[in-house]
């Protein structure tokens, strides 16, 4: 079995020719030419230097360590706003629930039909049902019996 032939495109290869040429200062330069000198001469210059092997566990543990003092100057600050939102909403839920508290409880029970008879005694029955589920995982378990077969 023999090698397959690489397929050259002939303008192309003609083109980085022109520049090779055009390297030299044999040739007026072009756009592609150009862009062809500039991949030669970025060729023929030497690799950068290799990375330190732990560059990039240096880079994240650089970028993920903040100084201990502004860490805690920020934990503070977001704790005392966050404290004084929740209280800030607490106030406000409690001030609006006293006002028209009794207002919405009138509406939602003009709106809402009556239950259907029997819901009652199915409510009951679920809650007994959750309630005993919940007890029996309360319950300790034993270690599974092994079979007298292995």
Known sequence: MT?????VDERAWQTQEQALRAAHGS?????????????????????????????????????????AAARTADTR??????????IA??????TQGLEQGAEWLRIV???TS??????????V???????????IGLLPRRPARRSLRH
């Open 89 to 94: 909403l607490g106030a406000a839920a409690l």
């Open 77 to 86: 600050l977001e704790r005392l706003l966050g404290v004084g939102l929740g």
């Open 27 to 67: 040739e007026e330069s072009d756009a592609p030419s150009l862009a062809d000198r500039r991949l030669l001469r970025a060729l023929r210059e030497p690799a950068l230097s290799p990375l330190p092997v732990d560059f990039a566990a240096e880079v994240a543990r650089l970028a993920t360590a903040p100084t």
């Open 114 to 123: 009556p239950l259907p008879p029997g819901t009652l005694r199915l409510g």
């Open 3 to 7: 090698a397959p032939t690489p397929i």
């Open 109 to 111: 029970g003009e709106q």
């Open 125 to 135: 029955a679920l809650a007994a049902c959750v309630g005993c589920s919940w007890l």
